[in-house]
Nanobody, 122 residues
Framework: QVQLVESGGGLVQPGGSLRLSCAAS????????TGWFRQAPGKEREFVAH????????YVANSLKGRFAVSRDYVKNTVYLQMNGLKPEDTAVYYC???????????????WGQGTQVTVSS
């Protein structure tokens, strides 16, 4: 079993930055690729980024490249999502999730955190 806990969400003005954290625990947490997804009201869950456990290779959704980045701290077993140049359309609940095989598809992730709200508004 893997437990994921997100933190770092909040209210930010357009153009601002936030860093979300996803702390993982559990026997096999270190074996998983960690992904970030987001879901805005009335919309489907959307892939944001993932980072592979094996080699730290990252992948960010094309529409978010240049503004979002994902990284991890192996010692703390925590994955971060750095979000810069935030826009009102980035407003959503952000989730981290774990999968054994890197994927951009939400249904292929086995474990999910509870989500953290990000609101971009002036």
């Amino acid at each position: 079993q893997v437990q994921l806990v997100e933190s770092g969400g909040g209210l930010v003005q357009p153009g601002g930055s936030l860093r979300l954290s996803c702390a993982a625990s559990g026997r096999t947490a270190s074996s998983y690729t960690t992904g970030w997804f987001r879901q805005a009201p009335g919309k489907e869950r959307e892939f944001v980024a993932h980072i592979r456990r094996s080699d730290g290779l990252t992948y960010v959704a094309n529409s978010l490249k240049g503004r979002f980045a994902v990284s991890r701290d192996y010692v703390k077993n925590t994955v971060y999502l750095q979000m810069n140049g935030l826009k009102p359309e980035d407003t959503a609940v952000y989730y981290c999730a774990g999968t054994l095989r890197p994927s951009t598809i939400a249904s292929e992730y086995d474990y999910w955190g509870q989500g953290t709200q990000v609101t971009v508004s002036s």
